[in-house]
Nanobody, 124 residues
Framework: QVQLVESGGRLVQAGGSLRLSCAAS????????MGWFRQAPGKEREFVAA????????SYADSVKGRFTISRDNAKNTVYLEMNSLKPEDTAVYYC?????????????????WGQGIQVTVSS
């Protein structure tokens, strides 16, 4: 099993930047591909970004492509989500997730472990 803890969420103004971190513990971090998802009030949880086990491949939702960057530091057991040019529609609870499956995974049900989520609020 893997324990995931997100940090870095806060209130920011539109156009601003924010970096989320997800610290993992419990198992060998490099054994897991990682993803970020988000859920806004009244909406379903949606895929944001994913990164392969060693960080060689990444994938992004169209809504964040070019603005967000996912990265990982396996030595620190941490995955990051760098968010730039934030928009009010980016407001959501952001979740870090881990999967032992190979490649890039963009489906909610493909992930085995989830963090508690962290609030990101982007004001207009």
């Amino acid at each position: 099993q893997v324990q995931l803890v997100e940090s870095g969420g806060r209130l920011v103004q539109a156009g601003g930047s924010l970096r989320l971190s997800c610290a993992a513990s419990g198992h060998i971090f490099s054994s897991y591909a990682m993803g970020w998802f988000r859920q806004a009030p009244g909406k379903e949880r949606e895929f944001v970004a994913a990164i392969s086990r060693l960080g060689s491949m990444t994938s992004y939702a169209d809504s964040v492509k070019g603005r967000f960057t996912i990265s990982r530091d396996n030595a620190k057991n941490t995955v990051y989500l760098e968010m730039n040019s934030l928009k009010p529609e980016d407001t959501a609870v952001y979740y870090c997730a881990a999967t032992s499956r190979g490649g890039l995974r963009v489906g909610i049900y493909e992930y085995d472990y989830w963090g508690q989520g962290i609030q990101v609020t982007v004001s207009s």
